[in-house]
């Protein structure tokens, strides 16, 4: 079993910068890949970045590619997602998720791929 807690998110203007963290208990991720996914009100739940803890090897959403980085920290069982550039679109409550398994990254991008969900961290981006 896997515990998600995440946190960073926050009220920021148009152009500014946040660092969100998703930090796992239970177990490492060393076998999982680890997404973040975004909620906005009255919308599905999207992809926004994946990566795979192992390889360190990582995949994006087109619509935050060159703005947001995914990263991992192995010491810490930390995975982070660096948002800078930040639109007011970019505004939702903001999910990670852990999964098992291989396969090609972009398979990851979908929510029913994922075993474990965190509770989310609002993000707010005003204008």
């Known amino acids: 079993q896997v515990q998600l807690v995440e946190s960073g998110g926050g009220l920021v203007q148009a152009g500014g910068s946040l660092r969100l963290s998703c930090a796992a208990s239970?177990?490492?991720?060393?076998?999982?890949?680890v997404g973040w996914f975004r909620q906005a009100p009255g919308n599905e739940r999207e992809f926004v970045a994946t990566?795979?803890?192992?390889?360190?090897?990582?995949y994006y959403a087109n619509s935050v590619k060159g703005r947001f980085t995914i990263s991992r920290d192995t010491a810490k069982n930390t995975v982070y997602l660096q948002m800078n550039s930040l639109k007011p679109e970019d505004t939702a409550v903001y999910y990670c998720?852990?999964?098992?398994?291989?396969?090609?990254?972009?398979?990851?991008?979908?929510?029913?791929?994922?075993?474990?969900w965190g509770q989310g961290t609002q993000v707010t981006v005003s204008s």
């Open positions: 239970g177990r490492t991720f060393s076998s999982y890949v």
């Open positions: 998720a852990a999964a098992g398994g291989g396969g090609g990254l972009s398979t990851f991008a979908t929510v029913k791929n994922y075993d474990y």
């Open positions: 990566i795979r803890w192992s390889a360190g090897s990582t």
